[in-house]
């Protein structure tokens, strides 16, 4: 499976981004898949997750109200809409996928290992 994250760029705080992860397999659109982060000099944290068959969703508590994840089906495609966004916001975002069709359990949603496949990453910078 081939994820194409994209989106990224350059706003101000208190702007709005989207990012995209389209798929090159249609298994991407039922099994669970979620964005990390990676700012510069930082390890790479949990942002967003939604399980198996778009049931449930997760944030990270930095971004929860802010940020919301979400799946179009019939494009293969998995999106995260961005409000409000910080300077801290500031990173490079990637798209990750699972490659069974088990549902996730809580533990694992916010852990790298859990998924199988990663985009390449998008970079959004965020100006104050």
């Known amino acids: 499976v081939q994820l194409q994250a994209s989106g990224g760029g350059l706003v101000q705080a208190g702007g709005s981004l989207r990012l995209s992860c389209a798929a090159s397999?249609?298994?991407?659109?039922?099994?669970?898949k979620g964005w990390f982060r990676q700012a510069p000099g930082k390890e790479r944290e949990f942002v967003a997750a939604i399980n198996t068959g778009g049931r449930g969703t997760y944030y990270a508590d930095s971004v929860k109200g802010r940020f919301t994840i979400s799946g179009d089906n019939a494009k293969n495609t998995m999106y995260l809409q961005m409000n409000s966004l910080k300077p801290e916001d500031t990173a490079i975002y990637y798209c990750?996928?699972?490659?069974?069709?088990?549902?996730?359990?809580?533990?694992?949603?916010?852990?790298?290992?859990?998924?199988?496949?990663w985009g390449q990453g998008t970079l959004v910078t965020v100006s104050s």
């Open positions: 990750a996928s699972r490659g069974s069709p088990n549902r996730m359990i809580l533990s694992d949603v916010g852990t790298a290992s859990t998924y199988d496949y």
């Open positions: 397999a249609r298994t991407f659109s039922s099994n669970a």
